[in-house]
């Protein structure tokens, strides 16, 4: 009985260790206000939809509140993305002049170039 016990509590506390790594480093919450930045808690909102989400593969283009526009790999790297960074890029065309990204996480192989 004490050895099911055991790998019981074994299989709980290795879930709850594999549900707390997933999300914002807590370090990010220390940078932002020392930079004066507010921290947002958005991250949650984005990390639940990050977890759930099957990559698709098909590049999309993310606006900022600050009208930066980021090219990702995929709507689950978008959620990745604002998770891990704590950020909120919402959706957006992509425009046709591919330098008016200010960044792309797009990997430069055949499958993603024109």
């Not at 921290?39 to 606006?63: E, F, Q, T």
């Not at 990702?72 to 959620?79: E, G, I, K, N, S």
Request: glycine fraction near 6%.
């Amino acid at each position: 009985m004490s050895f099911c016990n055991a790998f019981v509590f074994c299989i709980v506390c290795s879930i709850l260790l594999m549900v707390e790594a997933h999300g914002p480093p807590k370090e990010r919450d220390n940078e932002d206000i020392a930079m004066g930045r507010k921290v947002k808690k958005m991250g949650a909102k984005w990390c639940s939809m990050a977890k759930v989400c099957n990559h698709d593969r098909v590049p999309i283009c993310g606006l900022s509140h600050a009208g930066d526009i980021m090219g990702f790999r995929d709507l689950c790297d978008m959620f990745d993305y604002n998770c891990i960074r704590r950020r909120n890029y919402k959706q957006t065309p992509c425009p046709d002049d591919r330098t008016q990204l200010t960044v792309s996480r797009r990997p430069t192989n055949s499958y993603y170039d024109d």
